[in-house]
T-cell receptor, first 112, second 116 residues
Framework: GEDVEQSLFLSVREGDSSVINCTYT??????LYWYKQEPGAGLQLLTY?????DMKQDQRLTVLLNKKDKHLSLRIADTQTGDSAIYFC????????????FGQGTTLQVKP | DTGVSQNPRHKITKRGQNVTFRCDPI?????LYWYRQTLGQGPEFLTY????????KSRLLSDRFSAERPKGSFSTLEIQRTEQGDSAMYLC??????????????FGPGTRLTVT
């Protein structure tokens, strides 16, 4: 079946690192994605990782993929108040459709 | 190109009325997706097009829902005989198709539907 799970809430202090975790079920997923959603807004693509990679770094963002455990994480270094938002991980269903299956989102609260 | 646009941004309608939403994708993107998002949940896939062909529809998409992309550019999503359970944010996204295989989907701001 298709299922993507995330913890619902994370609170950190400004300047700390944040780690948002996600587990997925579709072993044939080709790509995994992280999106950010601010209140009342659409989804902003932050980064993605190809399923044959273990890690991808993009400025303050580091994505780690453990394909054996079907575990994905997003680390945000030096978290800022502007990073406060809901973060969604998503997997492609199968290898061809591009259809995304989303988790329910992790609300990141950054305290000054 | 300014990205994916959706109109209207907000729609309030009475139960039983029909509504239509429009999505204009990024101009060079040949894939277009519709998702629905309810409060506290992640987006759920509804349907997608490659050019003008509708390639997949979710089981969530009842017979009251229909989507079109007649010329392979903009798309419309129509809901007939709306019900209160249809209240949600309707999101549109676009991407390139294979051989561009990363399927990076770029989302519009959404249309928030409220059925009273």
């Amino acid at each position: 079946g298709e299922d993507v799970e995330q913890s619902l809430f994370l609170s950190v202090r400004e300047g700390d690192s944040s780690v948002i975790n996600c587990t997925y079920t579709d072993s044939s997923s080709t790509y995994l994605y992280w999106y950010k959603q601010e209140p009342g807004a659409g989804l902003q693509l932050l980064t993605y990782i190809f399923s044959n990679m273990d890690m991808k770094q993009d400025q303050r963002l580091t994505v780690l993929l453990n394909k054996k455990d079907k575990h994905l994480s997003l680390r945000i270094a030096d978290t800022q108040t502007g990073d406060s938002a809901i973060y969604f991980c998503a997997e492609t269903q199968g290898s061809n459709t591009g259809k995304l299956i989303f988790g329910q989102g992790t609300t990141l609260q950054v305290k000054p | 190109d300014t990205g994916v646009s959706q109109n209207p941004r907000h729609k309030i309608t009475k139960r039983g009325q029909n509504v239509t939403f429009r999505c204009d994708p990024i101009s060079e993107h040949n894939r277009l997706y519709w998702y629905r998002q309810t409060l506290g949940q992640g987006p759920e896939f509804l349907t997608y097009f490659q050019n003008e062909a509708q390639l997949e529809k979710s089981r969530l998409l009842s017979d009251r829902f229909s989507a079109e992309r007649p010329k392979g550019s903009f798309s419309t999503l129509e809901i007939q005989r709306t019900e209160q359970g249809d209240s949600a944010m309707y999101l549109c996204a676009s991407s390139l198709a294979p051989p561009q295989i990363s399927y990076e989907q770029y989302f519009g701001p959404g249309t928030r539907l409220t059925v009273t």
